[in-house]
């Protein structure tokens, strides 16, 4: 069982940066990979970016490639979401979320954050 806790979100101005984080409890958090997703009002969930649990590699959204960074720390059973250049359209709720090494399905989600970016 892993609990996820996201930390970080906030009101900024276009332009801003902002950095998330999510704590995770339970063992053995380096053998899972771990993603970032958002909700936007009237909107679907969507995928942003995931860190790979073995290698670390990345993957992001296009909408989001060259602004946000995603990293983990697994000394400290957290993952990070940077977020440069922040435009209005990034406006959501941002959820932590893992997956046991490269299953697909996501198992785990945090209770999310709010993202607010004002023009």
């Known amino acids: 069982q892993v609990q996820l806790v996201e930390s970080g979100g906030g009101l900024v101005q276009a332009g801003a940066s902002l950095r998330l984080s999510c704590a995770a409890s339970g063992r053995f958090f380096s053998s899972y990979s771990m993603g970032w997703f958002r909700q936007a009002p009237g909107k679907e969930r969507e995928f942003v970016a995931s860190i790979r649990w073995i290698t670390a590699s990345t993957r992001y959204a296009d909408s989001v490639r060259g602004r946000f960074t995603i990293s983990r720390d697994n000394a400290k059973n957290t993952v990070y979401l940077q977020m440069n250049s922040l435009k209005p359209e990034d406006t959501a709720v941002y959820y932590c979320?893992?997956?046991?090494?490269?299953?697909?399905?996501?198992?785990?989600w945090g209770q999310g954050t709010q993202v607010t970016v004002s023009s």
């Open positions: 979320a893992a997956r046991p090494k490269d299953q697909l399905r996501w198992d785990y």
